[in-house]
């Protein structure tokens, strides 16, 4: 979706004329290697803890998902909740199982799980 400037504006000594269609690359914000190491490559285990490293609710610009400011998501809070939701939906609906007759690993480990204030 274009922003649109009401009036000629410089930015960054460029001339943006009024009413014209401004569109910004988020494909290239959000593979920035100043803030991602090999952004280019794929990898989701990159995001497991994104959420403690970064601001993922618009406020920084390296990463927003859910989009920025006033053009936020309205869902967000609505998303953060329902995810728990699917995630035990697709486990309670489908037979999962390890590739190639593998056993899950067992071992009893010491865990603490803290969520932030």
Sequence with gaps: ??????????????TIPKNSNI???????????????D??????ERFLNVIEKRNY???????FPFGSRRRIYVGISMAEKIILLV???L?????WELLNGRKPDVKERLHLLLSKV
């Design 91 to 95: 486990l309670h609906c489908f037979e």
């Design 39 to 44: 952004p280019l490559q794929f990898e989701p």
């Design 1 to 14: 979706m274009p922003h649109i400037p009401s009036e000629t504006i410089v930015v960054a000594g460029y």
């Design 57 to 63: 609710k618009g406020n920084s610009f390296d990463f």
């Design 23 to 37: 569109f910004f690359n988020v494909w290239a914000i959000q593979r920035d290697a100043e803030f991602w190491e």
């Design 87 to 89: 995630l035990a939906t």
